[in-house]
C-alpha cells in the first residue's frame, strides 16, 4: 500500500486541479493520498468526489502558516498538516480565514518591496497567476514575475528575491504553533509538523524542543521524509519519532509543475504509521 499524505493543488500553489491530483495519484499507483492545500478546504470536496469515483483512499488535509519561538528565535515560520479535521468547525474555519486574509494583505507590501528592487508589478497580474485561489502565495508571484520575464522559473525567484531572508521578503500574519495544534485537535483532527527541518524551522524545532510539543501540546507526529530533508536527518527524526511514539511519516509535498524534484509518491507513509494517523480520529 502507498500513502501520499502532503500534496497541493491548484487551490494554493499547486497547478494540477483537485480532481487532476486525484486522477494522477492513481497513475502514479498511490492507494491513498491527502490534499493538504494551504490554510484552505477549497479543494477537498473535488478531490473527494474524485477520490471515490477511482476507489482511492482519501484523506481531507490542510497545511496550516504557523510560526514559533524558540532559542533565542522569534515568529519562526512553521508548517502544520491537519488531517481528518471537521471544516465546519468554525475555531479552525475562522482561524482560516484570519491566514488567507494576511496573505492577501501581503500583496501589496511585496509589491512594493520588488517596485523598490527595480520589478514592477500589479496586484491584477498576481491575482490572474493564482487563477482564483482563495490563498495567493509567493508562488503566485513567482509566476507573474516569470509572465514578465524577471526570472525563469518559481526557483529562481525564490533565491533571488522571495525566500524568507530575500531582498523582497514582507511578513504576514501566521498563527502561534501551540495555537494551531489546539485548533486543529478541537476540530478533531490531528497535527503533524510538515518538514520540521526543512528550510528555517530547524532552528526553533530541535528534539528537545519536538518532546516537549509533543509532551506539552499534544503534537500527533512530523514528517519524516520528505525532500527537505537530508538521509541523516530523516534518520534522527525517524528515531525520534519511535521514541516519542508519535506518527513519522513520509510524503511528497506535491505541487504539480510549481517544484520540481517532489513527484506523486517520492517519498510515502508507512501503512502502519497511516493505520495508527487514522485510528486518533473520531469514527
Ligand atoms: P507563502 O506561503 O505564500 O509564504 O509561500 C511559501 C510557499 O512557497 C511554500 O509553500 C512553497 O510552495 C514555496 N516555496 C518556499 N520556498 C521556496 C523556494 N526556496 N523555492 C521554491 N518554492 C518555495
Ligand atoms: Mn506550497
Ligand atoms: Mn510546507
Ligand atoms: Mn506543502
Known amino acids: 500500500m502507498r500513502i501520499d499524505l502532503h500534496t497541493h493543488s491548484a487551490v494554493s500553489d499547486g497547478t494540477d486541479r483537485p480532481a487532476e491530483l486525484i486522477g494522477r495519484a492513481v497513475a502514479a499507483g498511490l492507494d491513498a493520498v491527502a490534499l493538504t492545500d494551504h490554510d484552505t478546504y477549497d479543494g477537498l470536496a473535488e478531490a473527494a468526489a474524485a477520490a471515490s469515483r477511482h476507489g482511492l483512499d482519501f484523506l481531507p488535509g490542510m497545511e496550516m502558516s504557523c510560526v514559533h519561538s524558540h532559542a533565542g528565535r522569534w515568529g519562526v515560520s512553521v508548517h502544520l498538516l491537519a488531517y481528518g479535521m471537521d471544516t465546519a468547525a468554525p475555531d479552525l474555519a475562522e482561524e482560516l480565514a ?3 486574509r494576511g496573505r492577501d494583505d501581503r500583496v501589496p507590501r511585496l509589491l512594493s518591496r520588488l517596485a523598490e528592487l527595480g520589478l514592477p508589478l500589479t496586484a491584477e497580474e498576481v491575482i ?15 509566476d507573474a514575475m516569470v509572465a514578465r520575464g524577471y526570472v525563469a522559473d518559481r526557483t529562481e525567484a525564490f533565491d533571488r528575491y522571495l ?23 478541537r476540530a478533531g483532527g490531528v497535527a503533524v509538523i510538515g518538514h520540521p ?52 511519516t513520509g510524503s511528497s509535498d506535491y505541487h504539480g509543475t510549481g517544484k520540481t524534484d517532489h513527484d506523486l509518491g517520492c517519498n510515502t507513509t508507512e501503512p502502519e504509521v497511516y493505520r495508527r494517523l487514522l485510528a486518533k480520529l473520531p469514527r
Open 163 to 185: 525566500a524568507d531572508n530575500g531582498p523582497a521578503h514582507v511578513d504576514r500574519y501566521a498563527c502561534e504553533l501551540e495555537k494551531g495544534i489546539a485548533l486543529i485537535h
Open 197 to 248: 527541518w526543512g528550510r528555517s524551522s530547524k532552528a526553533v524545532l530541535d528534539p528537545d524542543e519536538l518532546a516537549r510539543l509533543v509532551r506539552e501540546a499534544g503534537l500527533d507526529g512530523f514528517e519524516v521524509d520528505h525532500q527537505d530533508h537530508t538521509g541523516a536527518e530523516r534518520a534522527e527524526l525517524r528515531r525520534l519519532a519511535t521514541t516519542l511514539g508519535v506518527l513519522g
Open 98 to 100: 484570519r491566514l488567507r
Open 128 to 142: 490572474a497567476q493564482a487563477g482564483g485561489s482563495p490563498s495567493i502565495g509567493r508562488p503566485h508571484v513567482a
